[in-house]
């Protein structure tokens, strides 16, 4: 969605490694956690 928005696949698809394998993609992450916030 971000992508059709005009954000670039680069940026969409960043992602940090947990642990030894676990890829952790951070725009969902900070999407996760901002809309746990705005609803809590």
Known sequence: MLQQLGAFAKFTHT???YST???IY???LI???SFSI???
Do not use: G, N
Request: no cysteine; proline share 0%.
């Open 15 to 17: 992602y940090v490694l």
């Open 21 to 23: 394998d676990q890829k």
């Open 26 to 28: 951070w725009v969902a």
């Open 31 to 33: 999407l996760h956690f």
């Open 38 to 40: 705005f609803f809590a």
